[in-house]
């Protein structure tokens, strides 16, 4: 089990002495300095330079400090190119959302100005409240109207439960 501890760390030390001659050499050539090139550099894989906090920081601080020459790490185009077209799209969205309040503003404003200023047309109440009072008075004629024929039915009902009882009980319809 020792021995395959001690594989490891020498494998890990290999690697980090790897990562560390490889951004050696890149910043005595004025390289492009980034976790990705370094990493790759090094032959190790990234995640390598993640799990080592020390090698990760040597290589942000070689990307960012200028060298002898005060040159600061060159920025690649493309990666300047993505961050344009990301702020673009960042205003294009926030353009969008502004039209979008000030248009809910204006609405808003509009409306408070009609109701303030009496200009608008406004809603009829009285107009309502008949509108209301009929639709009672329909509703209690309804009523009315069904419990009258509920009665009828009733006594339809009753009558004719009458009806079969005297048919029923009469001797003459027997033989």
């Known amino acids: 089990m020792n ?13 980090r002495d790897r990562v560390l001659k490889a951004l050696a050499a890149m910043l005595r050539s004025d390289a ?14 990234r995640t390598f330079l993640y799990r080592h906090r020390d090698l990760l920081e040597r290589v942000h601080a070689a990307a960012t400090d200028p060298g002898e020459d ?9 990666s ?5 077209s990301n702020a673009l799209a960042g205003n294009s969205r926030l353009a969008a959302r502004v039209r979008q309040l000030e248009k809910r ?15 608008g047309a406004s809603v009829d109440v009285d107009q309502l409240q008949q509108r209301v009072s009929m639709l009672e008075q329909q509703l209690a004629d309804m009523q009315h109207e069904l419990d009258e024929r509920t009665e009828e039915l009733e006594a339809s009902r009753a009558a004719n439960r009458e009806l079969t009882r005297a048919l029923n009980h009469s001797p003459s319809t027997r033989t």
Do not use: F, N, P, Y
């Not at 021995?3 to 760390?9: A, E, F, H, L, V």
């Open 3 to 15: 021995s395959m501890t001690d594989g490891r760390k020498a494998d890990s030390a290999r690697r």
């Open 32 to 45: 492009d300095i980034t976790v990705s090139s370094v990493a790759r550099a090094a032959r190790v894989d």
């Open 70 to 78: 005060g040159r600061i790490a060159a920025v690649s185009r493309v």
């Open 80 to 84: 300047l190119q993505a961050d344009l």
């Open 105 to 119: 503003l204006s609405e808003s404003l509009g409306e408070h100005v009609w109701a303030e200023t009496g200009i």
